[in-house]
Each structure stands twice: as C-alpha cells, then as structure tokens.
C-alpha cells in the first residue's frame, strides 16, 4: 500500500538485544493495528491502537501511536528466536478499506 | 476456539478449471474478507463483506467472485483461474470493518499452472 510504509524492510537481531520496528502514514490514521505472521501462515493480531498518544503492551512487545497519529512504532524488548516473523502495521483510513504495510521481517539470532 | 477456517491449505490447479477456497468463522462476525499476499506487493484486499448477502470490491477484485449466502460462510469462487492468480489467500473475519480485531485465516496457498 502506498499509504503506509515500513521501516526497516528487514531486521536481524542476537537474542537479548531490543529492536523497534516503525510504521509510517501518509494520512491520518483512524486505527492502527499491528500483527505478526509467521512465514507462509496466518496473521496473528497484536494489537489496536487509536487514540494519539496511546501506548499498549503485551508481554515484551510495546506499540505507540504518536500524537498526530501518523506513526507508529513496535518496540520489542530482550529479543528471543521466537518473535521472529514478519511484521505488519495495517491501518484503517475514513472511507477506504483496509490496508496493510509492505511488512518488516525479523530474525533473531540465538 | 474461536478461529477462522479455510479449506484447502494447499492447491495446485490448471488454467480455467473453476475453483473454491472456503471460508468459515465461528465468532458471528459480521465483516469478512479476502486478501492475496505476493512479494513486494504486499497483502492486498480482494472483496469484503460487511453482513449477509452484501459484499463489496477491495483493491484487486478482477478474476474473483464471492458470496455471502450465510454470515459464517464466505467462499472466494475463481471462475477462470490463471497463472497470475498465483498466490497466498488469507481471509478474515472481525466484528465490525476497521474497529476491532480481525483474525485471519491460516491461508490458502494456490498455484495455477
């Protein structure tokens, strides 16, 4: 999708050590959510995030919004084999379906 | 379990063999949809369907049917399959479009030769 873009495009990481993945949109977004999918299957929702400011969590994974909810980043901390995957912000614009971002692949190294 | 169920995982076809991937949910979501994922283009929306019997185009609707006859049910029909319909389908379910969380099928991958 021309409206959000991901950086980096790919990432490897040792295990242990903390990344953040951004998501950029050309617009205002209305919601932002993030998942991750693992090579070749489904997506798996991490989270939703929409209000400017709101910062959500879960387990060593961190996401924020920024205020004028143009961008987000997905912070991961104390790497481990298992967060790698691919990583994709999605994003709902008024009147237009949904969209996804090109994706960031992550490895880790153990 | 609440999940979102397609059938098959893998499917090898010939050109303009007509062709089904099924989709079920189980969570009486209203809003279903279909995506293709290719590299370098990313995951792209096919159709969608906010409710029963009301369906709509997403981005690359061309070669593609659906239907939405009951709400857990929404198969993507390929009528005339070709090569360039090669791909990863995934489809998806969630309570409303764009509000909540949407769970995605494990995917469908398809080769047509």
């Known amino acids: 999708s021309q409206e959000l873009e991901q950086s980096p495009q790919s990432l490897i990481v040792q295990e242990g050590k903390n990344l953040t993945i951004n998501c950029t949109s050309s617009?205002?977004?209305?919601?932002l959510y993030w998942y991750k999918q693992k090579y070749g299957e489904g997506l798996i929702f991490l989270m939703m995030?929409?209000?400017?400011?709101e910062e959500k969590s879960h387990e060593k994974i961190t996401a924020k919004l920024d205020e004028k909810k143009q961008q987000s980043s997905l912070h991961i901390t104390a790497s481990q084999p298992s967060h790698a995957g691919i990583y994709l912000c999605?994003?709902?614009?008024?009147?237009?379906?949904?969209?996804f971002g090109p994706g960031t692949r992550l490895s880790v190294l153990p | 379990e609440a999940q979102v169920t397609q059938n098959p995982r893998y499917l090898i076809t010939v050109t303009g063999k007509k062709l089904t991937v099924t989709c079920s949910q189980n969570?009486?979501?209203?809003?279903m949809s279909w995506y293709r994922q290719d590299p370098g283009l990313g995951l792209r929306q096919i159709y969608y369907?906010?409710?029963?019997?009301?369906?709509d185009k997403g981005d690359v609707p061309e070669g593609y049917k659906v239907s939405r006859k009951e709400k857990r049910n929404f198969p993507l029909i390929l009528e005339s399959p070709s090569p360039n319909q090669t791909s990863l389908y995934f489809c998806?379910?969630?309570?409303?479009?764009?509000?909540?969380?949407?769970?995605f099928g494990q995917g469908t991958r398809l080769t047509v030769v």
């Open positions: 617009k205002t977004l209305y919601g």
């Open positions: 369907s906010m409710n029963v019997e009301v369906t």
């Open positions: 969570m009486n979501h209203e809003y």
């Open positions: 995030l929409q209000k400017g400011g």
């Open positions: 998806a379910s969630s309570v409303l479009q764009g509000t909540t969380e949407a769970f």
């Open positions: 999605g994003a709902v614009y008024i009147g237009q379906n949904f969209v």
